[in-house]
C-alpha cells in the first residue's frame, strides 16, 4: 500500500490515510511514489527572474513529514534551475512543513511563508506555527527557519494557511488562520508588517478586529495593495453580520497606512442576505486603480447539485463600494463545469483569472479536472470566455488541480499546478506552463521534478 494524501480545503492542514493502490507498480514508478510533491506557489521579480516552491513528501512513502523545495528561472520560465531543498539540513522527522507562499520584496530580497505542523507523531497535541526564510541574493542562498509571530513557540495556537503580499518602500505583510484565544476560540486572522522588507516583523494585530466579540469562523485570507499606502484584505466567513445568516460569504477591510489598522469586516457580495449559498475561497488583485475579487460559489438552484461557480465583482473606489457579484462560469460560462480553487494576477494591461474545473471529460483521473483561464485587458471590466490553459492536455495526462499564476509588465506568465495520474502509479507533481503573450497562448506544460538517488532519497544538488 501507498499513502494517499487528502488536504482539507478548509483547514490547509494535510491528512494521510493508507489506502491500497490497485495494479502492479514499475521500478521508476516505485520511485516516484516516494515523492508526494504538493501545493506550489510561485513568484516572480518582475524582470526575468521567477520561483516555485511546494512542499515534498520524499523521505519515504510510509511517513508523513514535508520539506520545502525550490526551482529557480532568469529567464522568464524558458528554463529552470535544478530543484533543490529550501534548507539543506533536514528538519526533524516529526515536523511538516506545507502551504508556502512567496513574494517578491524587491532590491534582489524574497520571502518565502509557510505552515509548520509540530507533533505529528501523535503522542502530543500538534503545534502548528508560521515560518519564514529570507533571500537577499536573489534566491540563490536563504536564511534558516523562524518563528514569524512573536507569540508563537510551544503556544496552544493553530496557525496555518499563509500569504504574503510587498507593498511599497519595504513594506510587507503576513496574515493567516488562526485557531486558539488570540481571537477567541474560533477561527480568526492574524496579520504582520515588516518596514524593511522582511529584517524585522515588530507589528502584528488581528485582521479581523470583531474578533474578540465575533462568533463565526475567518478563512483564507487574501490580500492586495495599490503601492500607496492603501491594502485590501478578502477572506470568507460564517459570522453573521446583520442579516446575513450563517451561511459563508466573502469579508473584507481596508487599511489606508500600510497595515497598521484595519477596518470592521464588511460584506464584499451585496446579495449575502438573501443567497444562502457557500461563498469561499476568494483572491484578490489590484492595478493600483481597479480592484478585482474572484471566488467560488455553491450551486444555486438553476445549477447542477453539488456544482461550483465562480463569480467576481469590482470596485474602482478601494473598496468603499462593489460591483453586484458577476458569475464568471456557470449560466454565463461553463454550466456543466464544477469550478473552484480560483487564483487572480495582474501585470501590465493583463489580468488573469486561473482555477481547476471538472465535469468536461478532458482529464481521466478521480475528480475528472482540468486548469481553465479567464483573461481581461480593460481593467477588469470585462473577462474572455472560461478555456482550457493547456488544450494539448489529454485525459491520461490526469487531474490537474489548485493552479496558481504570476506575470510581468512585459506579457510573460507562467502558471503552476499539481498534477495527479490517473493510474495512481506516480505521486502528484508539480507542472508548470509559460506565455509570452499575456495569457493568451502557453507552453506546453513541464514536470517540476528533482534529481533521485536509485533509492529514491531526494538528492541534494
Do not use: K
Request: glycine fraction near 12%; charged fraction near 20%.
Amino acid at each position: 500500500m501507498a499513502r494517499l494524501i487528502r488536504r482539507s480545503r478548509l483547514l490547509g492542514a494535510v491528512f494521510l490515510g493508507a489506502v491500497a493502490l490497485a495494479g502492479s507498480v514499475s521500478p521508476g514508478s516505485e520511485i516516484d511514489n516516494l515523492s508526494w510533491r504538493l501545493n506550489p506557489a510561485i513568484g516572480t521579480d518582475g524582470a526575468g527572474g521567477w520561483i516555485i516552491v511546494w512542499e515534498d513528501r520524499s523521505r519515504g512513502r510510509w511517513t508523513s513529514e514535508a520539506d520545502l523545495w525550490l526551482t529557480r528561472s532568469t529567464d522568464a520560465g524558458r528554463s529552470w534551475g535544478a530543484p533543490r531543498r529550501l534548507h539543506d539540513r533536514p528538519e526533524a522527522p516529526d515536523q511538516d512543513d506545507a502551504t508556502p507562499a512567496i513574494a517578491y520584496l524587491g532590491e534582489n530580497v524574497w520571502v518565502i511563508v509557510w505552515a509548520r505542523h509540530q507533533g505529528l507523531d501523535e503522542l502530543r497535541p500538534p503545534d502548528l506555527d508560521v515560518m519564514y526564510a529570507r533571500s537577499t541574493d536573489g534566491g540563490s542562498t536563504w536564511s534558516g527557519p523562524a518563528l514569524l509571530a512573536p507569540y508563537a513557540g510551544g503556544d496552544s495556537l493553530a496557525e496555518f494557511n499563509p500569504t504574503v503580499i510587498a507593498g511599497q518602500r519595504g513594506a510587507v505583510i503576513v496574515a493567516w488562520e488562526v485557531f486558539g484565544t488570540v481571537g477567541g476560540l474560533d477561527a480568526d486572522l492574524v496579520t504582520i508588517r515588516s518596514a524593511d522588507r522582511g529584517a524585522t516583523w515588530p507589528d502584528w494585530s488581528l485582521l479581523n478586529a470583531n474578533a474578540p466579540q465575533d462568533r463565526g469562523s475567518d478563512f483564507n485570507p487574501r490580500l492586495a495593495t495599490d503601492g500607496r499606502g492603501g491594502w485590501l484584505a478578502v477572506w470568507w466567513s460564517d459570522e453573521a453580520l446583520g442579516t446575513t445568516g450563517r451561511d459563508f460569504d466573502i469579508l473584507f477591510a481596508r487599511s489606508t497606512d500600510e497595515g497598521f489598522a484595519w477596518t470592521l469586516p464588511m460584506i464584499l457580495n451585496s446579495d449575502a442576505v438573501r443567497d444562502g449559498v457557500a461563498d469561499r475561497f476568494p483572491d484578490i488583485a489590484t492595478d493600483g486603480s481597479a480592484w478585482v475579487v474572484v471566488w467560488e460559489s455553491a450551486a444555486t438552484e438553476t445549477e447542477t447539485a453539488g456544482a461550483f461557480t465562480l463569480r467576481w465583482a469590482r470596485s474602482t473606489d478601494a473598496g468603499a463600494s462593489w460591483s453586484p457579484p458577476t458569475p464568471l462560469t456557470g449560466e454565463a460560462g461553463l454550466p456543466r463545469l464544477r469550478s473552484r480553487s480560483p487564483r487572480i494576477a495582474v501585470a501590465g494591461v493583463t489580468w488573469l483569472i486561473v482555477w481547476d474545473a471538472a465535469g468536461d471529460g478532458s482529464a481521466a483521473g478521480p475528480l475528472g479536472s482540468d486548469i481553465y483561464s479567464s483573461r481581461s485587458v480593460d481593467g477588469g471590466r470585462t473577462w474572455s470566455s472560461p478555456r482550457r490553459l493547456c488544450p494539448a492536455a489529454t485525459p491520461a495526462d490526469g487531474d490537474r488541480l489548485s493552479p496558481r499564476v504570476a506575470g510581468d509588465a512585459q506579457g510573460r506568465w507562467v502558471a503552476v499546478w499539481e498534477r495527479h495520474a490517473p493510474d495512481g502509479r506516480q505521486a502528484p507533481a508539480p507542472m508548470t506552463a509559460r506565455s509570452e503573450d499575456g495569457g493568451a497562448t502557453w507552453s506546453t506544460p513541464g514536470e517540476v521534478r528533482p534529481a533521485r538517488s536509485p533509492s529514491g532519497e531526494a538528492a541534494l544538488p
